[in-house]
């Protein structure tokens, strides 16, 4: 009860005089300055850079509340008089402690406001906010305890504020300076680094270590308080531990021990966050659960790294710890130091690098500032996998952004190729393919270390075998010596060299052929490994280069994957016009290949022609816009993969774009008829021959030769989080994207039976409208319709499964055209056969387990849609909607989880002016006019006390 009374006295006194009002308003300006000023430019629902700025502004703010409590005191000679009544010295200074606590919390409820605002506006997570308001109260308790001390050991308030300043500014501003400092002090500054163990609370993590290191500075302050309000009283002692002095070093001494001991690993951790996005996830759990062999992680690291690097290292050992729990004693990691001091090479680290170059871990560039100037700095930054022979490595982790996914999948991967091991019958052979007529050329192709390839691969194979439990088999084959199948040397990619006599500097080399290739087989999958690598130069011509020994292996591991079948083998569409896989030589917005490459890391990817190969032979199937017409056969083939009940992925064009005629240079688009509109159709999916327009889409920046500001692209809608069916899971943690030349996507209700479900993915705004016709690609040459009735929103991609019946079904199978004079002739013959088959069910007519996806574009899995490391919003959409598809539902949750794009919802900008203007201003002015009826209530309160006593 006593601290109470003296806490309540305190807490009434701040708001006697106007001090306390000026100093909430300065607070609410400069907080809500910094933050609303960009907050509509950065368009994110989040209150992180709010958080961020807490720290800074309240180790100023905290030091001019705290200031007067002991320093007034002091120089008023009241601290005498308070030090008789009937309190001790804690309860003096505890008191006086929760009077500024509680000041302080008014001080922040105002800024709740910020969080109805934003949570209007915006999909906001509750669980990061609630982190960041118990991280600041935490912050506010440190700041305050600091401040007390400061006032204790002064009679002057402007002494005091400036020691409590540069207490708190100094823990505040400690991580900046990390880098600066030599290693062996990091790790005892960081520690101590407020802003370090802040930012964990403004994630929305909440971890013993910083609970403690908060706790321990409220502590600490306090006693060293107590400590100097005992000094006249400790004087008198003799003991050195008696002095006030000698007390509070030791104190601070304690407290340092303490941090150490209590960062070194983490009591408890909890992920507050809405979709748990710095915890495991289930797969990741059980990924490490069913571990047969005991796993490594080998994590080779540079230290003192610049931001935004710089807590990329912690944010791993915490995540290792994490697979290291549900993993028990079969899951191990370890760091190891790549980091020089002060320039010197260290023997330790000298077998660090030499271990890392080993396992395939290279340094990479990143940038730094040093003395105002802008340098480059080798940093490692990778990690290797190891579970008894079997490596995977992850070389260069620049964002803790999808390292859970990237470490999670490779666990997968190496779990089943163990299991893969332990029930394989037989070896894996690797066969190279070489002829010695290639010798007497190779000079002169520019292949001088032809001769030494064989042993190369040879030693290759031997370090490889190391890994892959001896499966092995290497030998080399000349074809011109030993009969080989030519299913081999195709399907192998073995180049068939010929030339024709021709003369040379040393006199003339003869005519003749000879093979090149590597091959590796098990049973009956063979995948080819390039050897050569040929670039056709204009005018030089073709040009060879033998592949070096790294790029070999990299190679026949992944050869080794794919025959194993590891991974789910899907195919991709390459013919009649598909987007291309490749890109080699061509404009990135015409290529898929980073969707292609993405595809690669967890799935066996083959290209297919619809004509010509067997689409059975996949799981899953790509059919990315397709340009040219479709045979009956090709859709005859597509239909009866839809009826195995195998999944599909659609990305439908029915547009092309053709070259400008004209003298403006304008590109147009043209409608297309590929016969895939009318296979959809009849499962009840209707593509329209039109593309959606919309006013919220991309915004180009124009240059100053242009006169500057923003082109909108109508033809690139920006699909904002409240348009996205966030039901189905693999699209509940997206918040937008963009698509580009997207026709409307319908489910034909009359089309589709009780038993098949059509749900649409994902639509453009209210703000939409179609155009088909003549459509010009220039955005000047497109306006928006005068009529309000045109806008309607339009769905754009549709998810159907369920039951379907054949395109065909009734019809007679179509034949594969263009078979040439030697089937026209057999084809009487063959007429009752294939009535046979018919009758004998040789196509299936309906399936109950059909599941495909439907995109009204394929611009969308293109190169500027789909960034290299899969990260973007429009790479998870691609990839999250192949992993439904190939029921790893659970991967496509655990990739999208940790999506930091979080658009806010349309505003107009009055509204946007009203939130900035109210939280900047508005806030300050309510506390004013708040002070001001406090002030004339407490005025006309003391007139009646004087009329009383008149």
């Not at 291309?580 to 990135?588: A, K, L, R, T």
């Not at 959809?680 to 100053?704: A, E, T, W």
């Not at 580009?740 to 749900?759: I, R």
Request: charged share 25%; glycine share 6%.
């Amino acid at each position: 009860m006593k601290v109470w009374t003296i806490a309540k006295r305190e807490f009434k006194n701040y708001f006697v005089s106007p001090v306390a009002y000026i100093v909430i308003g300065v607070f609410l300006v400069v907080v809500g300055w910094f933050f609303f000023s960009t907050f509509f430019i950065y368009n994110q629902a989040s209150l992180r850079k709010l958080f961020d700025l807490f720290p800074y502004v309240l180790a100023f703010i905290i030091p001019a509340i705290t200031m007067r409590l002991f320093a007034e005191e002091k120089a008023q000679g009241t601290i005498e008089t308070l030090k008789t009544l009937p309190f001790n010295d804690f309860e003096i200074v505890f008191g006086k402690f929760l009077g500024a606590f509680f000041f302080s919390i008014v001080m922040l409820l105002p800024t709740l406001s910020y969080v109805i605002f934003v949570s209007r506006i915006g999909d906001l997570d509750g669980g990061a906010v609630f982190g960041g308001y118990l991280g600041s109260i935490l912050l506010v308790t440190s700041f305050i305890a600091i401040g007390i001390f400061a006032s204790s050991i002064t009679k002057n308030q402007v002494v005091s504020f400036i020691i409590a300043t540069l207490i708190s500014n100094f823990l505040v501003l400690l991580k900046a300076f990390l880098v600066v400092l030599p290693e062996s002090l990091v790790t005892f500054f960081r520690v101590l680094s407020v802003s370090y163990h802040f930012d964990n609370f403004a994630k929305g993590i909440v971890d013993s270590r910083d609970i403690v290191y908060f706790l321990s500075l409220v502590v600490i302050f306090i006693v060293a308080t107590i400590e100097v309000l005992r000094e006249k009283d400790v004087k008198k002692e003799k003991k050195i531990l008696a002095s006030s002095t000698a007390r509070i070093a030791l104190y601070l001494v304690l407290l340092i021990v303490l941090n150490i001991a209590e960062n070194a690993s983490s009591t408890f951790r909890f992920d507050l966050t809405q979709n748990k996005i710095y915890s495991l996830s289930k797969v990741s759990k059980d990924s490490v659960k069913q571990l047969v062999e005991p796993m490594t992680v080998k994590v080779f690291f540079s230290k003192n790294l610049p931001a935004p690097y710089n807590g990329i290292e912690q944010y791993l050992k915490d995540l290792l710890e994490e697979y290291s729990i549900y993993g028990g004693d079969k899951f191990n990691y370890q760091f190891y130091d790549l980091s020089s001091k002060e320039g010197e090479v260290t023997e330790k680290l000298k077998q660090n690098e030499e271990l890392a170059q080993n396992y395939g871990i290279s340094p990479v560039q990143i940038q730094v500032v040093e003395h105002d100037e802008v340098k480059f700095q080798k940093a490692y930054m990778g990690l290797v996998i190891i579970c008894g022979d079997l490596v995977e490595k992850i070389p260069a982790i620049t964002s803790p952004n999808g390292i859970e996914y990237r470490i999670t999948s490779k666990i997968v991967k190496i779990n089943n190729k163990i299991n893969r091991f332990l029930s394989l019958k037989g070896n894996i052979k690797v066969t190279l393919y070489l002829s010695k007529s290639l010798e007497r050329i190779g000079k002169y192709m520019g292949l001088g270390d032809l001769a030494g390839l064989e042993s190369t691969v040879d030693s290759l194979v031997g370090e490889l075998n190391k890994q892959n439990y001896g499966k092995l088999e290497f030998e080399t084959v000349d074809p011109l010596k030993v009969k080989v199948d030519e299913k081999l040397i195709k399907n192998g990619r073995v180049l068939d060299l010929r030339w024709k006599p021709f003369m040379s500097p040393e006199g003339k080399v003869e005519g003749g052929e000879g093979f090149i290739g590597l091959t590796v087989q098990y049973q009956n999958e063979i995948e080819g490994v390039p050897v050569i690598k040929v670039v056709n130069i204009p005018i030089i011509g073709p040009q060879y280069k033998l592949a070096n020994k790294d790029e070999l292996k990299n190679s026949l591991t992944a050869a080794i994957d794919s025959v194993l079948n590891l991974n789910e083998k899907i195919g991709y569409v390459v013919s009649n016009g598909a987007v291309s896989p490749y890109g080699f030589g061509q404009n990135e917005g015409d290529v898929a290949s980073n969707f292609f490459n993405l595809l690669g890391e967890n799935y066996k990817v083959v290209t297919l022609n619809l004509k010509d190969d067997n689409l059975n032979e996949v799981n899953a199937l790509i059919v990315p816009g397709i340009k040219e017409k479709l045979s009956d056969y090709e859709l005859y083939k597509l239909d009866q993969f839809i009826m195995s009940g195998k999944p599909v992925l659609f990305l439908v064009d029915n547009f092309a774009e053709q070259k400008a005629r004209n003298m403006m240079g304008v590109p147009q688009l043209k409608a297309i008829d590929t016969g895939l509109d009318k296979l959809l159709l009849h499962y009840g999916i209707d593509v329209r021959k039109s593309i959606v327009m919309d006013k919220n889409c991309f915004k180009q920046k124009l240059p100053q030769a242009l006169g500057g500001g923003e082109q909108k692209i109508y033809y690139a809608p920006v699909i904002k989080n409240e348009n996205i069916n966030h039901k189905l899971p693999y699209l509940e943690n997206l918040k937008g994207f963009i698509v580009l030349l997207n026709s409307p996507v319908l489910p034909e209700k009359g089309k589709l039976s009780k038993d098949t479900k059509a749900e649409i993915l994902f639509k453009s705004s209210k703000d939409s409208w179609i155009q088909s016709g003549f459509i010009a690609l220039n955005p000047m040459f497109i306006q928006p319709p005068a009529k309000a009735s045109d806008f309607k929103q339009q769905p754009l991609a549709v998810q159907l499964t369920g039951k379907l019946t054949s395109f065909f079904k009734g019809k007679p199978i179509p034949e594969k055209p263009d078979e040439g004079k030697e089937k026209v002739k057999k084809k009487e013959k063959q007429k009752s056969i294939v009535k046979n088959i018919e009758s004998e069910n040789a196509k299936l007519d309906s399936t109950d387990n059909a599941k495909m996806i439907v995109f009204g574009t394929s611009a969308i899995i293109k190169n500027n849609f789909i960034d290299r490391d899969g990260m973007g919003p429009n790479s998870m959409l691609m990839l999250n909607s192949l992993d439904y598809l190939t029921g790893r539902i659970e991967f496509a949750k655990m990739r999208s989880k940790a999506q930091f794009y979080n658009p806010l919802k349309e505003t107009t900008p009055s509204q946007r002016a009203f939130i900035k203007w109210f939280n900047i201003a508005g806030l300050a002015i309510l506390v004013a006019i708040f002070g001001l009826i406090v002030w004339f209530l407490r005025r006309k309160k003391m007139e009646k006390i004087k009329e009383i006593f008149a």
